[in-house]
């Protein structure tokens, strides 16, 4: 399993009705699905992922150091 920024979480389903039943789904916080942006803001809150965050920063071709100065 990926590193994850906050624990999963059950999200259930509603019905037609608008009603929630007993289905759910879960909902996975991985470093890969969460946005630069909100990988920009965790990367100083998280020290202990901090090097998994600024890897997938790198990946995306953002630099932490050139969007603090704007």
Same mark, same amino acid.
């Given at each position: 399993? @990926?590193?994850k920024? /906050? @624990?999963s979480? /059950?999200?259930y389903? /509603?019905?037609s009705a &608008?009603?929630?039943g007993s289905k759910y789904k879960w909902i996975h916080y991985t470093v890969t699905g969460a946005k630069t942006e909100e990988l920009l803001k965790?990367?100083?809150s998280k020290p202990k992922k901090r090097n998994v965050i600024e890897n997938e920063?790198?990946?995306r &071709?953002?630099?932490w150091e050139t969007s603090k100065k704007k």
């Open positions: 399993m @990926p590193i920024l /906050k @624990p979480s /059950k999200e389903i /509603k019905d &608008g009603r929630t965790l990367r100083n920063l790198i990946k &071709g953002v630099s």
